[in-house]
């Protein structure tokens, strides 16, 4: 339940698979708070919509939304407003990942409505280019993942590693106040590593927590490849 800060090192999307969904989503957020004081990385977590709030009444790591929508409170239906999610302790949303695309207008509006409430925007771009224009709408982070690459194992640091370097500097050249983060198949600490020594701040994963049947393990494994990048 931590609002505003630094964006963290590794985020895991639960996305909407069923090993991550009900009680599962509770347990993997736990194996993150466990896994991030136990190594000082810090990990963040994204649970699907119906499983968001239990998480984030039960974890004190940051919590976002996987969407949310630039609507106010009020007369809405069917809707994520970034008015409300404070209340209910996120840290902030995703915005336009590649399985939830939004019109560039909304992504800026939910963009400044987040920043207006103190909460985090994490922008998705599908390339360098599209990396830089999430950029200038003024984010807390842009997450950089090729699409093709999303749930192949294929890690973008290793099979991308020249478009990882160029999304980086394309967002740091513009909005050095602007985190990178990158994503796609990222799968080992080793993938980890590498996405850090390319310039990102950290990742954006998914399958290989969520679908694993020692997903803690594989959060340890993340965590030391960060480590290991940073020079804890
Ligand atoms: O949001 C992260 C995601 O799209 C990457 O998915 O399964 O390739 O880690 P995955």
Not at 129 to 148: D, H, K
């Amino acid at each position: 339940m931590m609002m505003g800060g630094e964006v963290p090192r590794i985020i895991i999307n639960l996305k909407l698979y069923r090993e991550s969904s009900g009680p599962r989503a509770v347990e993997l957020a736990r194996h993150a708070e466990e896994v991030s004081s136990e190594t000082g990385i810090s990990l963040g977590i994204a649970p699907a919509l119906l499983d968001a709030w239990r998480v984030a009444e039960a974890v004190e790591v940051p919590v976002y939304v996987q969407h949310a929508d630039p609507v106010p409170a009020g007369p809405h239906t069917g809707h994520v407003s970034p008015s409300l999610l404070g209340d209910y302790g996120f840290s902030g949303a995703l915005l336009n990942h590649s399985e939830r695309r939004m019109l560039l207008a909304d992504i800026g509006r939910a963009v400044r409505m987040l920043e207006g409430e103190g909460l985090q925007s994490i922008v998705c771009a599908g390339g360098p280019g599209e990396a830089l224009a999430a950029a200038s709408l003024g984010p807390t982070a842009v997450a950089f993942e090729p699409p093709e690459l999303i749930g192949t194992g294929v890690s973008v640091s290793r099979a991308r590693p020249e478009a990882v370097g160029e999304a980086v500097r394309l967002v740091r050249g513009a909005r050095p106040d602007v985190a990178v983060l990158c994503g796609a198949g990222v799968s080992s600490g080793e993938d980890v590593r590498r996405a850090i020594e390319l310039g990102a701040d950290g990742v954006l994963v998914a399958s290989a927590v969520a679908k694993s049947s020692r997903p803690r393990e594989k959060m340890m494994e993340l965590a030391a490849g960060a480590a290991a990048a940073v020079g804890r």
